[in-house]
Nanobody, 122 residues
Framework: QVQLVESGGGLVQPGGSLRLSCAAS????????MGWFRQAPGKQRELVAT???????NYADSVKGRFTISRDDARNTVYLQSDSLRPEDTDVYYC????????????????WGQGTQVTVSS
């Protein structure tokens, strides 16, 4: 099994910054795509940003130019640098990691973190 542990959420004023981290552990053979999603109560989970193993990134239009996704493959960790935060960025943020596990066999996995709350308010 693959476990994800998120950190870095919290309360920040409008215009402020936060850096979210998500570390994957377990029986990992390789990691393909890593990403961040967010979800407000009563709404569907939506894409924030993704990054492939080759470094290609994809962002939601609402965060382009303000958020930056990156990954450290040596640490199996994905980051989301969130700048110029707005009240509408308030949500629970979830990381998602897709790859292949090494045990008991080489099989695909698609894991989600437990979520971290980001609140943007004065």
């Amino acid at each position: 099994q693959v476990q994800l542990v998120e950190s870095g959420g919290g309360l920040v004023q409008p215009g402020g910054s936060l850096r979210l981290s998500c570390a994957a552990s377990g029986s990992i053979f390789d990691i393909l795509t890593m990403g961040w999603f967010r979800q407000a109560p009563g709404k569907q989970r939506e894409l924030v940003a993704t990054i492939t193993r080759g470094g290609s990134t994809n962002y939601a239009d609402s965060v382009k130019g303000r958020f930056t996704i990156s990954r450290d493959d040596a640490r199996n960790t994905v980051y989301l640098q969130s700048d110029s935060l707005r009240p509408e960025d308030t949500d629970v943020y979830y990381c998602n990691v897709k790859g292949r596990s090494a045990w008991p066999a080489l099989i695909d996995f698609d894991s989600w973190g437990q979520g971290t709350q980001v609140t943007v308010s004065s």
